[in-house]
């Protein structure tokens, strides 16, 4: 163990960390403001707004000596007996010196960046700048430059912390920023006929201190502190990201990453970033209708529970499409439903998508071809449930078929999908169905036949808990209402099974906790980097 | 003291200097080969530490002492670079030596290498020496084709490979990481330290960086002995335990208000005014001086009363100044208008800042551009606090930059302010008698701060 002394604290680390100050400091609950330093990328020590002092303790005397200037802590490795000092009269007066510098070209268009609120060098100017500004007063100038389809930059308000010069290089791996010319005429900029263009470009907004590069899908849609920010995890693919999903009033305005250093890091890609907009779509579906002798009539929700359920008791043999889109306590409710009403019911896992091919980036993070979040979770419950997983195709075929020695009679399908996910060949296959219920986000010819056609709710609106291609359990809450005329699967399920209240995915969770072995580290609530299932199927195969 | 005579200009007059002919006449590659006969490698660096040669790039670093720093039985490559980016206002030296005898620096550097155990060697040479380059290029040549260089040189069994590059003209490409960065392709932003150059350089592999006049000691020092080089200079000052000495011979360059600028080759110690009246005939046109720059603009000022400070690694310390730089005075006579003189220093400075550290990038065009608005006639007493806070405030000294040309940025402006702050005042008064009080931000020059 290493004793590190921040600001006269004692600070203990392990012996296998390897810290600087900025993160001792932070450890001891101190700030040390710092623009060009990321956890995630190289050290550069250019911004120079983490100067502080450094020395060392004599382990055996318990003299501190202390080196008469000032250092970068980002760039000063925090040792056994290794001595910081954050704040002191030079130090404040460098820190001054550099918030002064990063202002001189500065537009101070504030009140029109939407950085503004959770800018650094906004925050850190309050805190450490020049009362009055020293230097000639200029002229309002602010240029602005595409860097590629996503992003694009406010050249004037750049402070020079080349983070996303880094990320591109040493993250994405595809170099498209870089500094241009020398001196205080530097920029960023990309190659001519190069823009910014990969999967991950989204990054470097967020890795931006200031508000020069913009993300042009938020660009002037919301103030920032009008948000209020909930963990949630990407459902776009089977990688599973921790993100902060960021809503007023029931509208989601940007999903951003959220660190976790099992999953993502403090990453996130552009598909999972800008794949929320289909949760405000006009084409959602937000009414549960039926298909009655007298044609198409409006349900009323509370009425929706006995009807199906009368109607699925009386169709025979059931079975039921668990997309791999629910959460894992809504595949299992589902699974529970379906088979207190036929105890021999189909159990069929939804079509997978999949779209192209894995696709790794230089650092290792990873784009998975599975567009699902929950694969694993619905597979893990149907199979307790039947002890083998059917796939949607084997289920087609048993519509035809019959199964268990019956023609299938009633069919529960749950959706999600963001995309057309069945034809009218699919629908085709389920015209025998007497009793079909679909729920989905959008109309789709499935859901056109069915008897039952019910609006479903999209990932920011629901509860429950998925599990990535890790193997990685992650809980989350809902972050928005569903639209007026929605209800979430986990609620409908909840009142099918005959509970009473509102839906408690916890509740669900320890159960199914209990009552799966592949769940059993779920038991007792999830961390909010999530848990990890393996541990517990590792455990038992040893 | 006898009476010095010159050895690494020597040969700089004969006709083909420059060529492997004259240059073997003159005694050329005996002390290569007297080395690889009879020294060892540790032997001969050694030898080199004892005689107490500093480098002569600017920071006066201990010679032999850097190339120890090199990492004991490394698999190797060992990379030696000599650094050739000659670009501090007003040095040349390295630019007689390479393209006058060319040979002599190659020499100096096979002698390096074989001390470091260097594989291969580069030179850095600045785009804008493009004689020195086709004479070093024509030296390489020729050694490759008499032996001097590729495999077991002189049946020897050590063998070196070298290179030039030429920079594209920029000033921090002589920063020895900057000048790494630049010759990895890279864009020449200085390296943070550490690891150090001889622990990770070039290729993260051990490398050495030197100056061209420093290699040409080295082989100067191989050809006469430690005893000839340990005669020439000053000796270390016995009250300061850390001073290692100003040994040798130096090649000043002088330039500006004299009579005969030029390259001299002299004893380090001499003083700044014997060198601009016995070397330099004097003051032009029978003017007294003002203002001597004691070693390239980024070393700081000298006024005329300090003329007298010795030239050597400790003389211009004492008076304030950064140190000896590349040993080039610039002399400016009493004409000179010192906010001019400033301006210019602040304009190369905010043109040649790597603009990597926000001080020196932010800083070196704040002071260019209030040095626009004070030359303009505006100019306020306010700014020249505000330009020596900036003097101050950037450099490694006080730990605010990355590497230590951002030193070389402040010290004009600092020595400048402190030396000569009557100038400036007499100047903003004169030229902005209604606004020079104001303490107030006042409205940009428009333009200003361009460079």
């Given at each position: 163990?290493?004793?590190?002394?921040?600001?006269?604290?004692?600070?203990?680390?392990?012996?296998?960390e390897?810290?600087?100050?900025?993160?001792?400091?932070?450890?001891?609950?101190?700030?040390?403001?710092?623009?060009?330093?990321?956890?995630?990328?190289?050290?550069?020590?250019?911004?120079?707004?983490?100067?502080?002092?450094?020395?060392?303790?004599?382990?055996?005397?318990?003299?501190?000596t202390?080196?008469?200037?000032?250092?970068?802590?980002?760039?000063?490795?925090?040792?056994?007996?290794?001595?910081?000092?954050?704040?002191?009269?030079?130090?404040?007066?460098?820190?001054?010196?550099?918030?002064?510098?990063?202002?001189?070209?500065?537009?101070?268009?504030?009140?029109?960046?939407?950085?503004?609120?959770?800018?650094?060098?906004?925050?850190?100017?309050?805190?450490?700048?020049?009362?009055?500004?020293r230097?000639?007063?200029?002229?309002?100038?602010?240029?602005?430059?595409?860097?590629?389809?996503?992003?694009?930059?406010?050249?004037?308000?750049?402070?020079?912390?080349?983070?996303?010069?880094?990320?591109?290089?040493?993250?994405?791996?595809?170099?498209?920023?870089?500094?241009?010319?020398?001196?205080?005429?530097?920029?960023?900029?990309?190659?001519?006929?190069?823009?910014?263009?990969?999967?991950?470009?989204?990054?470097?907004?967020?890795?931006?201190?200031?508000?020069?590069?913009?993300?042009?899908?938020?660009l002037?849609?919301?103030?920032?502190?009008?948000?209020?920010?909930?963990?949630?995890?990407?459902?776009?693919?089977?990688?599973?990201?921790?993100?902060?999903?960021?809503?007023?009033?029931?509208?989601?305005?940007?999903?951003?990453?959220?660190?976790?250093?099992?999953?993502?890091?403090?990453?996130?890609?552009?598909?999972?970033?800008?794949?929320?907009?289909?949760?405000?779509?006009?084409?959602?579906?937000?009414?549960?209708?039926?298909?009655?002798?007298?044609?198409?009539?409006?349900?009323?929700?509370?009425?929706?529970?006995?009807?199906?359920?009368?109607?699925l008791?009386?169709?025979?043999?059931?079975?039921?499409?668990?997309?791999?889109?629910?959460?894992?306590?809504?595949?299992?409710?589902?699974?529970?439903?379906v088979?207190?009403?036929?105890?021999?019911?189909?159990?069929?896992?939804?079509?997978?998508?999949?779209?192209?091919?894995?696709?790794?980036?230089?650092?290792?993070?990873?784009?998975?071809?599975?567009?699902?979040?929950?694969?694993?979770?619905?597979?893990?419950?149907?199979?307790h449930?039947?002890?083998?997983?059917?796939?949607?195709?084997?289920?087609?075929?048993?519509?035809?078929?019959?199964?268990?020695?019956?023609?299938?009679?009633?069919?529960?399908?749950s959706?999600?999908?963001?995309?057309?996910?069945?034809?009218?060949?699919?629908?085709?296959?389920?015209?025998?169905?007497?009793?079909?219920?679909?729920?989905?986000?959008f109309?789709?010819p499935?859901?056109?036949?069915?008897?039952?056609?019910?609006?479903?709710?999209?990932f920011?609106?629901?509860?429950?808990?998925?599990?990535?291609?890790?193997?990685?359990?992650?809980?989350?809450?809902?972050?928005?209402?569903?639209?007026?005329?929605?209800?979430?699967?986990?609620?409908?399920?909840?009142?099918?099974?005959?509970?009473?209240?509102?839906?408690?995915?916890?509740?669900i969770?320890?159960?199914?906790?209990?009552?799966?072995?592949?769940?059993?580290?779920?038991?007792?609530?999830?961390?909010?980097?999530?848990?990890?299932?393996?541990?517990?199927?590792?455990?038992?195969?040893? | 003291?006898?009476?010095?005579?010159?050895?690494?200009?020597?040969?700089?007059?004969?006709?083909?200097?420059?060529?492997?002919?004259?240059?073997?006449?003159?005694?050329?590659?005996?002390?290569?080969?007297?080395?690889?006969?009879?020294s060892?490698?540790?032997?001969?660096?050694?030898?080199?530490?004892?005689?107490?040669?500093?480098?002569?790039?600017?920071?006066?670093?201990?010679?032999?002492?850097?190339?120890?720093?090199?990492?004991?039985?490394?698999?190797?490559?060992?990379?030696?670079?000599?650094?050739?980016?000659?670009?501090?206002?007003?040095?040349?030296?390295?630019?007689?030596?390479?393209?006058?005898?060319?040979?002599?620096?190659?020499?100096?550097?096979?002698?390096?290498?074989?001390?470091?155990?260097?594989?291969?060697?580069?030179?850095?040479?600045?785009?804008?020496?493009?004689?020195?380059?086709?004479?070093?290029?024509?030296?390489?040549?020729?050694?490759y084709?008499?032996?001097?260089?590729?495999?077991?040189?002189?049946?020897?069994?050590?063998?070196?490979?070298?290179?030039?590059h030429?920079?594209?003209?920029?000033?921090?490409?002589?920063?020895?990481?900057?000048?790494?960065?630049?010759?990895?392709?890279?864009?020449?932003?200085?390296?943070?330290?550490?690891?150090f150059?001889?622990?990770?350089?070039?290729?993260?592999?051990?490398?050495?960086?030197?100056?061209?006049?420093?290699v040409?000691?080295?082989?100067?020092?191989?050809?006469?002995?430690?005893?000839?080089f340990?005669?020439?200079?000053?000796?270390?000052?016995?009250?300061?335990?850390?001073?290692?000495?100003?040994?040798?011979?130096?090649?000043?360059?002088?330039?500006?208000?004299?009579?005969?600028p030029?390259?001299?080759?002299?004893?380090?110690?001499?003083?700044?005014?014997?060198?601009?009246?016995?070397?330099?005939?004097?003051?032009?046109?029978?003017?007294?001086?003002?203002?001597?720059?004691?070693?390239?603009?980024s070393?700081?000022?000298?006024?005329?009363?300090?003329l007298?400070?010795?030239?050597?690694?400790?003389?211009?310390?004492?008076?304030?100044?950064?140190?000896?730089?590349?040993?080039?005075?610039?002399?400016?006579?009493?004409?000179?208008?010192?906010?001019?003189?400033?301006?210019?220093?602040?304009?190369?400075?905010?043109?040649?800042?790597?603009?990597?550290?926000?001080?020196?990038?932010?800083?070196?065009?704040?002071?260019?551009?209030?040095?626009?608005?004070?030359?303009?006639?505006?100019?306020?007493?306010?700014?020249?606090?505000?330009?020596?806070?900036?003097?101050?405030?950037?450099?490694?000294?006080?730990?605010?930059?990355?590497?230590?040309?951002?030193?070389?940025?402040?010290?004009?402006i600092?020595?400048?302010?402190?030396?000569?702050?009557?100038?400036f005042?007499?100047?903003?008064?004169?030229?902005?008698?209604?606004?020079y009080?104001?303490?107030?931000?006042?409205?940009?020059?428009?333009?200003?701060?361009?460079?």
């Amino acid at each position: 163990m290493a004793t590190v002394i921040v600001d006269g604290k004692e600070i203990t680390i392990g012996d296998h960390e390897r810290l600087n100050g900025i993160q001792v400091a932070q450890r001891a609950g101190i700030e040390i403001p710092h623009y060009c330093w990321h956890p995630g990328m190289s050290v550069v020590a250019s911004c120079r707004m983490c100067l502080c002092k450094s020395g060392t303790r004599d382990p055996a005397t318990g003299k501190i000596t202390i080196v008469p200037k000032v250092v970068p802590a980002c760039q000063t490795p925090a040792k056994d007996n290794t001595v910081f000092v954050t704040d002191d009269e030079d130090i404040r007066k460098y820190r001054a010196m550099v918030e002064e510098d990063l202002l001189i070209d500065h537009p101070v268009d504030c009140p029109i960046c939407d950085k503004a609120g959770e800018c650094h060098l906004q925050d850190y100017h309050f805190e450490h700048g020049q009362k009055e500004r020293r230097a000639d007063i200029k002229p309002f100038h602010s240029r602005r430059r595409e860097m590629g389809d996503t992003v694009t930059l406010f050249v004037d308000r750049c402070v020079m912390c080349t983070r996303c010069v880094r990320f591109t290089r040493e993250i994405a791996g595809t170099s498209e920023l870089m500094v241009v010319n020398r001196g205080s005429h530097e920029e960023i900029d990309v190659f001519p006929g190069l823009p910014l263009d990969n999967k991950l470009s989204g990054n470097v907004v967020d890795l931006c201190p200031v508000g020069a590069l913009c993300d042009k899908d938020f660009l002037y849609s919301q103030r920032v502190w009008f948000m209020k920010k909930h963990a949630g995890v990407c459902t776009g693919c089977a990688t599973g990201c921790s993100i902060n999903i960021e809503e007023n009033q029931d509208t989601v305005y940007r999903l951003r990453p959220r660190e976790n250093p099992h999953i993502n890091q403090w990453w996130m890609c552009d598909e999972g970033r800008y794949g929320f907009h289909h949760v405000h779509a006009d084409e959602r579906l937000n009414e549960p209708r039926q298909w009655t002798k007298a044609g198409q009539v409006s349900l009323d929700w509370k009425d929706v529970p006995t009807q199906i359920k009368t109607h699925l008791q009386a169709a025979g043999h059931l079975a039921a499409v668990v997309s791999p889109h629910l959460t894992v306590e809504e595949a299992y409710m589902l699974c529970a439903f379906v088979r207190s009403l036929d105890d021999k019911a189909v159990l069929a896992v939804g079509p997978i998508p999949v779209e192209g091919e894995d696709e790794t980036f230089k650092n290792g993070f990873t784009i998975r071809a599975e567009k699902c979040p929950n694969r694993r979770g619905v597979e893990a419950v149907v199979q307790h449930f039947t002890g083998a997983v059917t796939t949607f195709d084997e289920l087609l075929d048993q519509l035809a078929a019959g199964a268990n020695g019956q023609a299938i009679g009633g069919v529960w399908v749950s959706g999600g999908y963001k995309t057309d996910w069945n034809d009218e060949s699919t629908a085709e296959r389920f015209a025998n169905v007497k009793e079909l219920v679909v729920q989905d986000l959008f109309s789709s010819p499935l859901f056109e036949n069915a008897t039952f056609q019910l609006p479903s709710a999209a990932f920011p609106e629901r509860d429950g808990s998925y599990v990535n291609v890790a193997d990685r359990l992650q809980s989350v809450r809902w972050a928005i209402r569903p639209p007026s005329g929605v209800m979430t699967e986990g609620q409908l399920l909840w009142r099918l099974l005959g509970r009473s209240g509102l839906f408690n995915a916890q509740v669900i969770l320890n159960e199914i906790a209990a009552e799966i072995p592949y769940f059993s580290a779920a038991a007792g609530g999830v961390h909010e980097l999530g848990v990890d299932l393996k541990v517990n199927q590792l455990a038992a195969a040893t | 003291m006898p009476k010095f005579e010159p050895v690494l200009m020597a040969n700089m007059h004969r006709p083909d200097s420059h060529t492997l002919k004259v240059y073997e006449s003159t005694g050329g590659y005996q002390a290569l080969k007297k080395v690889l006969k009879e020294s060892t490698q540790e032997s001969f660096r050694d030898l080199i530490k004892n005689s107490g040669l500093r480098g002569r790039g600017g920071a006066g670093f201990p010679t032999g002492l850097k190339w120890t720093f090199l990492p004991k039985d490394h698999p190797g490559p060992i990379y030696l670079c000599i650094n050739a980016d000659e670009s501090e206002p007003g040095t040349f030296n390295n630019r007689y030596l390479m393209e006058l005898d060319p040979h002599q620096v190659i020499e100096g550097t096979i002698l390096s290498s074989f001390a470091t155990k260097a594989s291969t060697a580069y030179i850095y040479l600045r785009i804008e020496y493009p004689t020195c380059y086709e004479h070093l290029e024509a030296a390489i040549a020729e050694c490759y084709a008499a032996g001097y260089l590729g495999k077991n040189i002189l049946g020897s069994g050590y063998s070196l490979d070298m290179y030039m590059h030429r920079g594209a003209a920029a000033y921090i490409c002589g920063e020895e990481t900057g000048l790494i960065e630049s010759l990895e392709g890279k864009r020449a932003w200085p390296r943070i330290k550490p690891p150090f150059p001889a622990v990770e350089g070039l290729f993260r592999k051990p490398t050495v960086v030197n100056n061209v006049e420093t290699v040409a000691c080295v082989k100067q020092i191989a050809d006469r002995g430690v005893e000839w080089f340990k005669s020439i200079g000053v000796p270390p000052d016995p009250n300061n335990p850390r001073d290692a000495g100003s040994y040798g011979p130096k090649l000043y360059c002088l330039s500006g208000h004299v009579n005969k600028p030029g390259c001299y080759e002299a004893p380090l110690g001499i003083t700044c005014r014997q060198l601009i009246d016995e070397y330099g005939g004097g003051v032009w046109k029978g003017r007294k001086a003002k203002a001597a720059i004691p070693g390239g603009i980024s070393m700081g000022l000298l006024t005329e009363a300090e003329l007298d400070t010795p030239l050597d690694f400790n003389g211009p310390g004492k008076v304030g100044c950064l140190g000896l730089g590349t040993a080039a005075v610039v002399v400016a006579d009493e004409t000179v208008n010192m906010v001019d003189f400033l301006h210019n220093s602040c304009r190369f400075f905010a043109h040649e800042s790597c603009g990597q550290c926000t001080p020196c990038r932010e800083g070196t065009h704040w002071s260019l551009s209030m040095l626009d608005r004070i030359k303009a006639g505006k100019g306020r007493l306010k700014d020249l606090d505000l330009l020596s806070e900036i003097g101050n405030h950037i450099g490694i000294i006080p730990g605010t930059t990355i590497c230590g040309l951002s030193d070389g940025a402040a010290w004009p402006i600092k020595n400048a302010l402190k030396k000569f702050r009557g100038d400036f005042e007499e100047y903003i008064k004169r030229t902005n008698p209604t606004g020079y009080m104001i303490t107030d931000a006042v409205p940009a020059l428009e333009g200003a701060g361009s460079h």
